[in-house]
């Protein structure tokens, strides 16, 4: 929930004389020197009790723009006004950690407890901004430029966790302490990456965890006009478990025309059918095809080539035609599916995917 606050001292003393539990997320140490200005780019992030929310909207959601501090408010559950691209800011169990161990910042408000605000902070930095934290995935010496070293370092200092200011170590150390995202969340960042065209090598990586993988194939204009929708898709059936297919309407066609593949359609048309498949045992991809598709981890992707060359083929086409296309990881699949699939469908195509993978998704 975005909110503008005049003013943030009182907002705090208010918080706190109602009994509302808060804290403020990250750049503690720059705000004792004074808040963003009203109007201002800069924000305030704070984290409260599910309780905290309507009131806080109650008294703060008709402040106009240039009234006040841009905040943006996100609660425990995650469920409405308070959450974050649809689904909860945090864990569950990181969100409680935060709100029950508390300490008051520089006598102005609190933030969590060290080691609470250290998980927080790197949370936010391995998922929320991935490679636009300028933290590197592996090497610890390409992360000093990034604005979080100064307070990650002291955090470390005083919660007594150290780590390598890595990616790669920041996401370990969350799934030791069971504090990573939910597949939800994941999911819900991917399509907020994807729909602002941020493709994060670091993140498919995350999502390639889980046992198996779900990708998204889509069957081009050029098949239909030939006849051999149908055709294409027994053949996908017949190297992947399909979860889930849908006929893309031509209006949707073209609103999404430009959401995948950067709107280059030319070589075959705009998909007509979507198509949601899973591998329970992917191969994988050899250093050659790492080479020129370094974002594949699942050498039968490239089963395409053969479905390209069978079709042009048996159309007399040129392979210039390329009748099918496919994203190249489940990260990449999992930001597509709002172009093709409603939430609903969606919800599906996740429970599905849980039960394949034995609840483990």
């Not at 933290?135 to 002291?154: A, C, F, N, Q, T």
Request: glycine share 8%; net charge positive.
């Amino acid at each position: 929930m975005r909110i503008f606050v005049p003013d943030m001292a009182e907002l705090f003393a208010w918080l706190e004389s109602s009994g509302w539990k808060y804290v403020v997320l990250r750049n503690a140490p720059a705000f004792v020197s004074g808040y963003p200005a009203p109007g201002s780019k800069d924000d305030v992030d704070f984290l409260v009790e599910d309780a905290a929310l309507a009131p806080i909207k109650a008294k703060y959601g008709k402040v106009r723009r240039r009234q006040g501090v841009k905040c943006d408010v996100y609660d425990v559950s995650g469920t409405g006004e308070g959450s974050y691209c649809g689904e909860a800011y945090y864990p569950r169990a990181l969100a409680e950690l935060m709100l029950s161990a508390r300490e008051r910042f520089a006598d102005r408000f609190f933030v969590a407890a060290p080691k609470g605000y250290l998980y927080g902070l790197i949370y936010h930095i391995a998922y929320q901004k991935a490679e636009r934290s300028k933290i590197d995935i592996e090497d610890l010496e390409k992360s000093g430029d990034s604005k979080y070293v100064p307070e990650l370092r002291d955090l470390m200092s005083r919660s007594g966790i150290q780590l390598p200011l890595t990616l790669s170590a920041f996401d370990d150390a969350l799934h030791r302490a069971g504090l990573q995202p939910s597949y939800r969340q994941l999911s819900a960042i991917l399509v907020n990456h994807f729909s602002r065209d941020v493709k994060s090598p670091f993140l498919a990586r995350v999502a390639d965890r889980p046992a198996g993988e779900m990708n998204l194939f889509v069957i081009r204009e050029i098949a239909l006009k030939k006849g051999l929708v149908e055709a294409m898709a027994d053949r996908i059936r017949g190297q992947y478990e399909v979860i889930a297919e849908t006929d893309i309407p031509w209006l949707v066609r073209w609103r999404t025309r430009k959401g995948m593949r950067g709107g280059k359609w030319r070589r075959g048309g705009f998909p007509v059918r979507a198509m949601v498949v899973f591998d329970p045992s992917p191969i994988p991809t050899t250093g050659d095809e790492r080479k020129v598709h370094p974002f594949v981890f699942n050498g039968r992707q490239f089963m395409k080539r053969g479905l390209r060359d069978w079709f042009a083929q048996t159309t007399g086409l040129d392979p210039w035609h390329n009748p099918l296309h496919s994203t190249d990881n489940e990260a990449e699949a999992m930001g597509h599916l709002p172009l093709f699939f409603s939430p609903a469908e969606i919800g599906v195509i996740e429970a599905r995917m849980a039960t394949l993978r034995g609840g483990g998704a």
